[in-house]
């Protein structure tokens, strides 16, 4: 049976990452999804999202409790990918194999595992557009959709994640004087101001702070550009910055930290993501309830954890809803041309959520 259904997994793993989905380019993938859920006998509702796209979501009922996710997007490729995906005795490799296709492939087998007990399955199942960009997908599903409790599937090496980082995404320009570039005492560089700054940003108070489960308060430059390569002094230079929030940091106090900065040093720059971080207890009825699932099958207690990364887990949390990260994959590897899922960790991953599903149909959730 085990081999049966992980020769499954896997066959759907590769048809998905066989798709192309970067963010804003879903239409290919959700027809794919509409297919295959027709082929179970099973109708989604299909909830339209800004930007013309829309959700897939499956036995949605009011009084459901928990709400599972999977993100159906990814990141646009980059060199080193391979153009389809590749499949090893241990790992399927390809963009978007471990976030989230892995999710995805795991949402359409347990979709098809209760198949004939979803009515008595008190779980919303949800494939979600844009969460590489916006997070337009998730942020629509909790203006309609918001059970107390939510599972969201993306990769954490099957540590249960109950807590996740903010962040901070800022972009900026700094201005310098043209001149011929031989004359470097006439111009300003545009480009030396921006190390300047970017060195500046460094010494933010809130940076360096420590989460026991996330880690270090961190920055990084996810870009810079500035000149044309010649033999000119650069008059312009454009940075993009991303500036970790760890759960107990006030994100809305650290933006006014670095607005004063930014001020200070003459800066032109705007915020094009704030997001606050968010925590839960490890005694929540959801940690502890995957905890139980994951020792049934593994044999060990579960490894806690938190999520470095934002996720449709902050705007499920800011909906009300009370939500886990899970899944198989490392989260490192993630966007890069080494992103791949171990076979025996999308097979471990769904088999703790079959368990666990299957100890709700039989206890039920509190409320």
């Not at 499956?58 to 990141?75: E, F, Q, S, W, Y």
């Not at 076979?343 to 100890?359: M, N, R, S, T």
């Amino acid at each position: 049976m085990k081999t049966e259904v992980m020769n499954l997994l896997v066959g759907e793993l590769i048809r998905l990452v066989a798709i192309p989905s970067v963010s804003g380019e879903e239409g290919e993938i959700l027809s794919y999804l509409e297919n295959r859920l027709d082929q179970m006998g099973v109708l989604p509702l299909k909830q339209r999202v800004e930007g013309g796209w829309y959700n897939l979501i499956v036995n949605h009922r009011d009084g459901n409790k928990l709400l599972i996710t999977a993100h159906v997007d990814t990141v646009p490729p980059t060199n080193g990918l391979p153009p389809r995906p590749e499949v090893s005795e241990e790992a399927v490799w390809g963009l978007g194999a471990c976030d989230d296709k892995a999710g995805v492939a795991i949402i359409l087998a347990l979709i098809s595992h209760f198949h004939d007990k979803l009515e008595g399955l008190p779980v919303t199942f949800a494939l979600l557009v844009d969460e590489e960009e916006g997070g337009k997908g998730s942020e629509a599903l909790v203006r309609e959709i918001s059970p107390p409790w939510g599972i969201v599937l993306e990769p954490t090496d099957l540590r249960v994640c109950h807590c996740e980082a903010g962040s901070i995404e800022i972009e900026l320009i700094t201005k310098g004087k043209m001149a011929h570039g031989s004359e470097v005492e006439r111009g300003e560089n545009a480009i030396d101001k921006a190390i300047g700054v970017i060195e500046k940003l460094k010494g933010l108070s809130f940076l360096g702070a420590r989460h026991p489960m996330i880690g270090e308060s961190l920055m990084n430059v996810l870009r810079i550009s500035g000149g044309d390569g010649s033999l000119r002094i650069p008059i312009a230079c454009n940075i993009l910055i991303d500036l970790r929030i760890l759960p107990g940091q006030d994100v809305e106090e650290a933006a006014k930290e670095v607005s004063f900065l930014l001020e200070n040093e003459g800066v032109a720059y705007r915020f094009t993501d704030v997001s606050p971080p968010h925590e839960l207890s490890e005694e929540e009825w959801i940690v502890q309830a995957i905890n139980e699932a994951y020792k049934r099958v593994v044999g060990d207690m579960a490894p806690l954890g938190g999520m470095k990364s934002w996720t449709d887990a902050a705007h499920l949390m800011e909906g009300g809803v009370r939500p886990v990260v899970f899944g198989p994959g490392s989260l490192y590897l993630c966007h890069t041309p080494m992103e791949r899922v171990a076979i025996q960790e999308l097979w471990l991953a769904y088999k703790i959520l079959q368990v666990f599903l299957e100890g709700l149909i039989r206890g039920g959730a509190p409320s």
